[in-house]
């Protein structure tokens, strides 16, 4: 019989590419990983690496076994959450990842609402941006993330996750309470603080802004958005502001309706096998009480 550790290397060798980043996720030395793939190699008695250049690159008979260990790893993930479930109560750790403003603003809510609706279950959340966090989790990583998406702009889909609106969030342009700008276009000119190149926000107002006609001169770069709301508040930028992140700026900043009231969507997502568990059952539920009343 096969060795499921063993399967679970290459499953975890097809996602993330390299022996080293398996190694890395698993906390495995890569001579370790490499080892157990021979003892696999030898077991099935084929070929299941081959060298491209320098990287290792999977053979269609490896890609075959692949697939049932892919298969064979969520069945028995599907067998542990069951298992928890006949238990009668949700227990055990719950790995959340978490993009900043939704840990600002529902985090601490949820926390206190689970500790009321499932004492014995155990939170680790990490902060992590959506755009990796949805792999992450696909990957095993974690076991329920966060996530958001903007207008015309959808989160990554992976096989095997699923996903449950959590809420809406409006999306403001903010500026100094002093200024007299009225709309978008009046901001050519200005200067503007936005998130790092890549994110899917920045993406967004950027196209917003061309729509207008103009391009952003954007000189600040920073996902910390109570960072953003201070430069903003100072008369140094403009920007964009979502609503749960308006919840904690202060009396100098000041918020534009855009013609169209888009909003962000802010989701959460799991592995299709955990669906049944009782422990992230319990932390969606949790999420959803701490949504607050005026994004319901």
Not at 51 to 62: C, E, I, M, N, S
Not at 90 to 112: H, W
Not at 211 to 222: H, I, K, S, Y
Not at 285 to 292: D, G, H, S
């Amino acid at each position: 019989m096969l060795d499921v550790r063993r399967l679970r290397l290459l499953r975890e060798l097809r996602l993330r590419g390299t022996i080293a980043a398996v190694a890395a996720a698993l906390n495995y030395a890569p001579s370790a990983v490499s080892q157990q793939l021979s003892l696999l190699e030898r077991e099935v008695g084929v070929r299941l690496t081959e060298k491209r250049g320098r990287r290792l690159q999977l053979t269609p008979q490896a890609e075959l076994l692949a697939d049932h260990a892919e298969a064979v790893l969520e069945r028995l993930e599907l067998a542990e959450r069951e298992l928890a479930g006949s238990l009668g109560r949700p227990l055990g750790t719950v790995r959340v990842a978490v993009f900043q403003s939704a840990a600002l603003a529902l985090v601490p809510r949820m926390l206190q609402i689970l500790a009321g609706l499932a004492p014995d279950v155990r939170i680790e959340m990490v902060q992590r941006e959506p755009e990796t966090a949805l792999y992450d989790t696909r990957v095993g990583d974690f076991d329920l993330v966060v996530a958001e998406q903007y207008p015309g702009h959808a989160a990554p889909w992976h096989p095997g996750l699923d996903r449950e609106i959590l809420m809406t969030d409006p999306l403001r342009l903010a500026v100094q309470r002093d200024s007299e700008a009225t709309c978008l276009s009046d901001m050519d000119g200005s200067a503007w603080v936005l998130e790092p190149l890549g994110a899917a926000s920045r993406h967004w107002v950027v196209q917003r802004c061309r729509l207008q006609g103009f391009e952003p001169d954007v000189r600040f770069a920073t996902a910390d958005l109570q960072a953003q709301m201070r430069l903003i508040e100072a008369g140094h930028a403009v920007g964009m502001v979502n609503g749960l992140a308006a919840m904690g700026a202060g009396p100098a900043l000041r918020l534009i309706a855009l013609p169209d009231n888009p909003e962000r969507e802010i989701f959460t997502s799991t592995r299709k096998a955990s669906q049944a568990s009782p422990a992230i059952a319990a932390v969606r539920e949790a999420l959803r009480t701490a949504v607050p009343a005026e994004f319901r």
